[in-house]
């Protein structure tokens, strides 16, 4: 069956999420450390924005090192948490595009797949208008944006996104994945480490044109019967993975600005309602019920600070999602007196909710 994906990758994710969130950044080199127990001076590149990749700098770099090819770079600490909401916030946004609620597969923090057979039928004009309103849709929602790879399969997807990068989009249709793929380095494959680049390399073959041209009997002989074939089949642009949600068990979360940085209630609240609502129309769109309820609030010094509470039974009601926010966000009142720049509401622990009552309804 003739099938149409969407692979979609945030560009320099953690780096882009901080130059939103301190606009003084913007032009220039910025780079997001993970740093050891040995303080700042151990510690590896997470990632760094395109300025400071110019200059050479690269995830996974010593940071030191990164220090020394660009010194005026601005150095941050990973924030994880904090990205993981945004990811959560994104990743909604995607879902929402697919086919269907299960026809959506997140990979990683910054990445996913989505199948849009029937929405386009299988027309890839039509494709890329969808392809184009997900960038405009990360972009007006989330000030980030992103890079999108359209194919006939998940492989060829991949590949198309991060082909042009940043704030692209690649569409590959069926007939010209031998063309788009040909020239490639193999290592480029999506799947293809640096052990099998290493032994394709000492058998002649760096290319994906020479892999697939390749016999797949030699090829099973050196790498084992399913990985042979397995490179045959790439190399020709070829793979059946159905596109798949592996965890059901994920999160629902929405993060805004405060229209100026203010402890204001009133402001604080009537956005955080905003928040809710988009939620709780979530978890009702996804038949989902959660256990766990969490707010986030960036303060104007761009420190992030998340409460949480978790239950014991899974609910999907308004009334327990508002009631618990609602108190996190006045211990945030009381315990601090910094003014909110962001906030963000989120639920987690999630599970099908079909057939699960109410709290209301016992
Ligand atoms: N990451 C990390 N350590 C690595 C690679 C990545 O911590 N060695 C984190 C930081 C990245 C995020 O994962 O922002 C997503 O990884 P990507 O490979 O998608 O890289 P980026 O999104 O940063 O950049 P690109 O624009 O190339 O996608
Ligand atoms: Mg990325
Ligand atoms: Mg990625």
Redesign the pocket.
Known sequence: MERVIIHV???????AIEEREDPTLKGKAVVVC?YSNRGESGGAV??SNYIARDAGIR??MPCKLAKSKKPDAVFLPVRKAFYEEVSASVMEILRSNADSEEAFEKI????AFLEITESCNCDYDLAKEIGLRIKEEVKSQERITCSVGIGPNKLIAKMASSFR??DGITVIRPEETEDFLKPMPVKKLWGIGKVTEDKLAEMGITTVEELAAFDVMELISVFGKNKGMWLKGAASGQDDSPVKERTASDQIGRMASLKNDSRNENMIFSLLDELMDDVIGKVKKRKVSFRSVTVTVIFSNFKTSTKSKTFNHAVSDREILTENAVELMKQFLEESTINFRRIGVRVGNLQESTGQKSLFDF
Do not use: C, G, R, V
């Not at 990758?9 to 780096?15: E, H, L, N, S, T």
């Open positions: 990758d945030m560009d320099y994710f953690y780096a993970m997470s990632t995830s996974a990683s923090i910054d990445e990068k940043p």
